[in-house]
């Protein structure tokens, strides 16, 4: 079992930032990806960003690059995804999750997921 808590989320103005993070706990051990996603109310979850534990390779989905980085504190096996340059096009609850294999975007290939944060942007 693994345990994401996602913390870091609020109501800021567009153009503001803010920075997600989300505690890994339990067996983490092959759950080598891990991702944020976001779900804003009447859409689908998006896949937002990913990184690989092991080769620190990182992934944006095209709306977010350049604004938002992910990153990782292996000593605190904690993620974090900074977010800058807000837009109210980005509010949505944030999850992150994660997978031990298959393709970093697909919500499918993710096993375990946090409760989710509520960002909200206002213009």
């Known amino acids: 079992q693994v345990q994401l808590a996602e913390s870091g989320g609020g109501l800021v103005e567009a153009g503001d930032s803010l920075r997600l993070s989300c505690a890994a706990s339990?067996?983490?051990?092959?759950?080598?990806?891990r991702g944020w996603f976001r779900q804003a109310p009447g859409k689908e979850r998006e896949f937002v960003a990913a990184l690989s534990w092991v080769t620190d390779s990182t992934y944006y989905t095209d709306s977010v690059k350049g604004r938002f980085t992910i990153s990782k504190d292996n000593s605190k096996r904690t993620m974090y995804l900074q977010m800058n340059s807000l837009k109210p096009e980005d509010t949505a609850v944030y999850y992150c999750a994660a997978s031990q294999g298959g393709h970093y975007s697909r919500s499918l290939d993710y096993a375990y997921w946090g409760q989710g944060t509520q960002v909200t942007v206002s213009s």
């Open positions: 339990g067996r983490t051990f092959g759950y080598y990806t």
